[in-house]
């Protein structure tokens, strides 16, 4: 149990476009989802955490119109990058825990790797 | 500030033993997480310490001092699959994960 998963794996884009990457938790509600971004020998840091109904909260230094995150139901959150640049390839995680502000498991997706050419 | 800290890399030969330490200054604390990740790939779950002392599980096993803000992760009788980054996490307020930079772990023959 406690499946999450991502699409795509990987994305080419050119620079300017908008990437959505959608994380699901296929046999269990996430109450809470969070985003991470690992950029190449460094660790995960996390973007932001979103509840299932209600606005996303943005870690410091993190643009929220620029990495716009949905978390329409128990189930699936998307993030979507916009107007990406090069600087903004990077490997995204997203995971999914089922509480809400008390500690649990995540559970992690595969990961999407993200290329602006 | 917040600052979770373990070594960078460390190298031992096949069937050896490994000790990653981490130590950790976060603002809230409600338990660390070990996890591993190969390259390129999302991290899997190792371990979970919230009380004092030693977790084992199989060739893993975790320890946490939260009085002293420490854990180590020790590795036994390691394998070639075992080389990866190793990731101390420790979950803060409201549920949130503070990764570490990572340990990678290199076992050679």
């Known amino acids: 149990g406690a499946v999450v998963s991502q699409h795509p794996s990987w994305v080419i884009c050119k620079s300017g476009t908008s990437v959505k990457i959608e994380c699901r938790s296929l046999d269990f509600q996430a109450t809470t989802m969070f985003w991470y971004r690992q950029f190449p020998k460094q660790s995960l840091m996390l973007m932001a955490t979103?509840?299932?109904?209600?606005?996303?909260?943005?870690e410091q230094g993190v643009e929220k119109d620029k990495f716009l995150i949905n978390h329409a139901s128990l189930t699936l959150s998307t993030l979507t990058v916009t107007s990406a640049h090069p600087e903004d390839s990077s490997f995204y995680i997203c995971?999914?825990?089922?509480?809400?502000?008390?500690?649990?498991?995540?559970?992690f997706g595969p990961g999407t790797r993200l290329t602006v050419l | 500030g917040q600052n979770i800290d373990q070594p960078t890399e460390m190298t031992a030969t096949e069937g050896a033993i490994v000790q990653i330490n981490c130590t950790y200054q976060?603002?809230?604390?409600?338990?660390l997480f070990w996890y591993q990740q190969h390259a390129g790939e999302a991290p899997t779950f190792l371990s979970y310490n919230v009380l004092d002392g030693l977790e084992e599980k199989g060739r893993f096993s975790s320890f946490l001092s939260r009085s002293k803000g420490y854990s180590y992760l020790l590795l036994k009788e390691l394998q070639m699959k075992d080389s990866a980054s190793y990731l101390c996490a420790v979950i803060g307020s409201w549920g949130k994960l503070q990764f570490g930079a990572g340990t990678q772990v290199v076992v050679t023959p």
């Open positions: 976060t603002s809230g604390f409600n338990g």
């Open positions: 979103s509840n299932e109904g209600s606005k996303a909260t943005y």
């Open positions: 995971s999914a825990s089922t509480t809400s502000g008390a500690p649990s498991e995540q559970f």
